[in-house]
C-alpha cells in the first residue's frame, strides 16, 4: 500500500524566505510526526498531532516552525525568515495510533537555505 | 547528556562475519526500544520494538535483545544488502509518544 509521502523531496530557498513542507500520512493513522535530521545525526523530534491538534509541540526550535494538520490527515510544516541553520532533511512519520505503535517514515525533504 | 547512544558509529564487516551493534539509554521509565534501518536518501524502516529486558525479536539475519541499559542488535552471516544506517530509538512513560534518536552505526558489508 501507499506509504507515507513528502513533498517537494528537495526545496532550495533563499535565507529569509518562507517555505511549507507538506505531508501525506498513511490512509487511516491518527498520529503524525514531524523530525528534523541534520547529516550524521539521528532523527530529532519537532511536533506531534493525534488527529487535528498539536499534542506536542516541544520541539519545535523557536516561533519560526509552525505546522498544521487541519482535517486530521496532510500536515504542513511552515518555516518563516528562514535561516541557513535550518538546513536539514524533514521527516515525517505517521502511526495508528500513539504509543507503541510503530512510526512509518516517508523519505523526507531536503531543505538547503543559501 | 544524551539520552541514547549508539557504538561503534561505523562497522565494516566482510560479508558471511556476524557482529552486534549497541544502543545504551538512560532514560526514566522505558515504554519502547525502537530499532530502525536507513538507507541513504530514505526515511528510517522500522525493525523492532522491544519493550521490557529480556525480551528478542527476529528478523531474517537480524536479532535484537534488551536489557535494563542497553540494546544489541545481533547481525548474523550478514549480505552486502545489509548495508545500511541502523538507527535506535527510546520511547519514554510520559513523553507523549514521541522517540528519543541515537545517532545511528553506519554498517557496511563488502562482498
Known amino acids: 500500500g501507499a506509504g507515507v509521502s513528502q513533498t517537494p523531496s528537495n526545496k532550495v530557498t533563499e535565507k529569509g524566505k518562507y517555505v511549507e513542507l507538506r505531508c501525506d500520512p498513511i490512509?487511516?493513522?491518527?498520529?503524525l510526526y514531524w523530525y528534523r535530521q541534520s547529516l550524521g545525526q539521528g532523527p530529532e523530534f519537532l511536533i506531534y498531532?493525534?488527529?487535528?491538534?498539536?499534542?506536542?509541540d516541544s520541539g519545535l526550535p523557536n516561533d519560526r516552525f509552525f505546522a498544521v494538520r487541519p482535517e486530521g490527515s496532510v500536515s504542513t510544516l511552515k518555516i518563516q525568515r528562514t535561516e541557513r541553520g535550518d538546513s536539514a532533511v524533514y521527516l515525517c512519520?505517521?502511526?495508528?495510533?500513539?504509543?507503541?505503535?510503530?512510526?512509518?517514515f516517508g523519505n523526507g525533504t531536503r531543505l538547503t537555505v543559501t | 547528556e544524551d539520552q541514547v547512544t549508539q557504538s561503534p558509529e561505523a562497522l565494516r564487516l566482510q560479508e558471511g562475519e556476524s557482529s552486534s551493534l549497541n544502543c545504551s539509554y538512560t532514560?526514566?521509565?522505558?515504554?519502547?526500544l525502537f530499532w530502525y534501518r536507513q538507507d541513504p536518501g530514505k526515511g528510517p524502516e522500522f525493525l523492532f520494538t522491544?519493550?521490557?529486558a529480556g525480551e528478542e525479536k527476529e528478523k531474517e539475519r537480524l536479532k535484537a535483545t534488551l536489557t535494563k541499559k542497553e540494546s544489541f542488535l545481533h547481525i548474523t552471516a550478514p549480505k552486502p544488502e545489509d548495508s545500511a544506517t541502523y538507527l535506535c530509538?527510546?520511547?519514554?512513560?510520559?513523553?507523549?509518544?514521541?522517540?528519543?534518536f541515537g545517532k545511528g552505526t553506519l554498517l557496511t558489508v563488502n562482498p
Open positions: 498531532f493525534q488527529g487535528t491538534g498539536a499534542a506536542d
Open positions: 490512509s487511516g493513522h491518527t498520529a
Open positions: 522491544l519493550y521490557s
Open positions: 532514560v526514566s521509565g522505558l515504554r519502547g
Open positions: 530509538a527510546v520511547q519514554e512513560w510520559g513523553s507523549n509518544y514521541k522517540l528519543t
Open positions: 512519520a505517521s502511526s495508528l495510533a500513539g504509543g507503541g505503535s510503530p512510526l512509518h
